[in-house]
């Protein structure tokens, strides 16, 4: 059944495993950051800092502020913010800001509010990552399943001979389909289809071209056409006695 997956290899690729490997990649970075915001906003302090100097810049504008933790220990740092708060700043002198007390040069622009704000953020990025791996593995279930269905009908499913009616390649003539018919056992026809297959696979099957394929005897419209030659020997034999 090696091949079938090989049919789907790129949808599996963009659709399964791509998910999946962004999934855990952008879930681990959501974790990670959600972890540091949340330890930081366990151990903040609010404080006002005292605005030292401001330094325009080409885009926005440098402050260098200072500031006192718990302790009374002097700190400064630098921010970046945009050129239209200068006027405001400039009247009030000062600028909220919170740190980590763990690490007090440690500290960001912003309250108690904005913080927790951060939080939600990782979250939202941890939850991002986490439907991306859902998303993938769902993918790849359903891939699966079809395979195990497809499987089932060549081990259990009513042989019969048919061949291909129509043989039609998609736009762009890249990879297409081919049909075929067969009786049921209610003596009603029934069409089937091939999956998509690369052109040169494509073109091994003109029309007119013996096949076999498996029904679901409850549910003929479930058929497979065996392309890779995975019906038992015994059961084409039989299919062929029929």
């Known amino acids: 059944m090696f091949s079938y997956w090989i049919l789907t290899g790129r949808r599996l690729l963009l659709w399964g495993l791509l998910p999946i490997l962004a999934g855990i990649w952008v879930g681990w970075t959501g974790w990670r950051w959600r972890s540091e915001s949340a330890a930081f906003v ?41 050129s239209r708060m200068e006027a405001d700043l400039r009247t009030v002198g000062k600028i909220s800001l919170v740190y980590d007390r763990r690490n007090p040069r440690r500290v960001e622009l912003g309250n108690i509010v904005t913080a927790h704000y951060e939080t939600l ?21 359903y891939r699966t399943k079809k395979l195990a269905t497809r499987n089932r009908l060549f081990r259990r499913g009513q042989v019969v001979q048919t061949e291909v009616r129509d043989n039609t390649l998609a736009p762009g003539g890249h990879a297409g389909c081919f049909t075929y018919a067969f009786r049921g056992p209610n003596g009603r026809w029934y069409e089937g289809r091939s999956p998509e297959l690369p052109a040169p696979l494509l073109l091994q099957w003109p029309v007119g071209q013996p096949l076999y394929a498996a029904y679901d005897t409850a549910d ?14 015994e059961r084409k034999i039989a299919a062929q006695a029929a």
């Open 220 to 233: 003929p419209r479930r058929n497979e056409a065996d392309i890779f030659n995975l019906i038992p020997a």
């Open 121 to 141: 953020l990782h979250s939202g990025v941890l939850c991002v990552g986490v439907l991306f791996f859902l998303s993938g593995l769902g993918y790849v279930g």
């Open 42 to 82: 366990e151990n903040l302090r609010p404080v006002e800092g005292r605005i030292l100097r401001f330094a325009p810049q080409t885009k926005g504008m440098l402050l260098d502020v200072e500031y006192l933790d718990e302790a009374g220990i002097r700190y400064t740092s630098t921010f970046r913010v945009e």
